[in-house]
């Protein structure tokens, strides 16, 4: 199986830094895609920066300039450096990778969440 764990979450003032990690672990032949996705209470679960396998990346509108991805393709772990954090941004923070596995039984390729971490931005 594939498991995604994240850390890094916490409580940061206004303008402050955090930055998050997640790794994947498994038997785990190719992760196309790394991302983080954030969910606020009583909205929905969106995008907030994507790398994809060959480097590229895609950043919400709201976080850009403030945010960077990156991935060590060694470690199967993708970074969120977040930086002047801002109130909007409490969130509670999903790690997503879209992940080849395979193993003796099977071969798949699919989303793996992680199971969050909290950010919370407050003075």
């Known amino acids: 199986q594939v498991q995604l764990v994240e850390s890094g979450g916490g409580l940061v003032q206004p303008g402050g830094s955090l930055r998050l990690s997640c790794a994947a672990s498994g038997t785990i032949a190719t992760i196309y895609n790394m991302g983080w996705y954030r969910q606020a209470p009583g909205k929905q679960r969106d995008l907030v920066a994507r790398v994809h396998i060959g480097g590229s990346t895609n950043y919400a509108d709201s976080v850009k300039g403030r945010f960077t991805i990156s991935r060590d393709n060694a470690k199967n772990t993708v970074y969120l450096y977040m930086n002047n954090l801002k109130p909007e941004d409490t969130a509670k923070y999903y790690c997503?990778?879209?992940?080849?596995?395979?193993?003796?039984?099977?071969?798949?390729?699919?989303?793996?969440w992680g199971q969050g971490t909290q950010v919370a931005v407050s003075s």
């Open positions: 997503n990778m879209y992940i080849r596995h395979v193993d003796l039984t099977r071969d798949q390729t699919r989303d793996y």
